[in-house]
């Protein structure tokens, strides 16, 4: 946005005022729709991995993403991805549930501890 002058008639309120039309003018629209699908194992595992992976950033090196994928691919009635160009597409989201007590096993347990440590030194 270029900068004007301010003539010594006009306020700053009305500088201000013109700087909020101009801006509104600017504003682009995006129009997305966002579908929901169940996690399908033949077509979400790269993009939850790659999710996963933004999720977790450094500490996702402590455990083996690819376990945890698959734990969340093995139940697909607990969970939801968020896809914007189909099924076939990459998951843009997803949600899922897992039960920190039935699967103590290699990742989640890392999780878990991680999850214990954050929360001790925040707390």
Request: charged share 30%; net charge negative; proline share 3%.
């Amino acid at each position: 946005m270029a900068k004007r002058k301010i003539d010594g008639n006009e306020t700053l309120q009305n500088r201000k005022e013109a700087e909020h039309e101009s801006s509104d003018e600017e504003m682009d629209m995006l129009d997305v729709d966002f579908e929901w699908f169940d996690p399908q194992p033949a077509v979400d595992f790269h993009g939850l991995k790659t999710l996963c992976r933004q999720l977790f950033d450094l500490d996702s090196e402590l455990f083996n993403l690819s376990e945890l994928v698959d734990l969340i691919l093995s139940q697909p009635l607990l969970g939801s991805t968020v896809k914007v160009d189909g099924n076939q597409s990459d998951p843009f989201a997803f949600l899922t549930v897992l039960n920190l007590h039935e699967h103590r096993v290699g990742g989640l347990r890392t999780i878990s501890n991680l999850i214990y440590a954050n929360d001790v030194d925040t707390g």
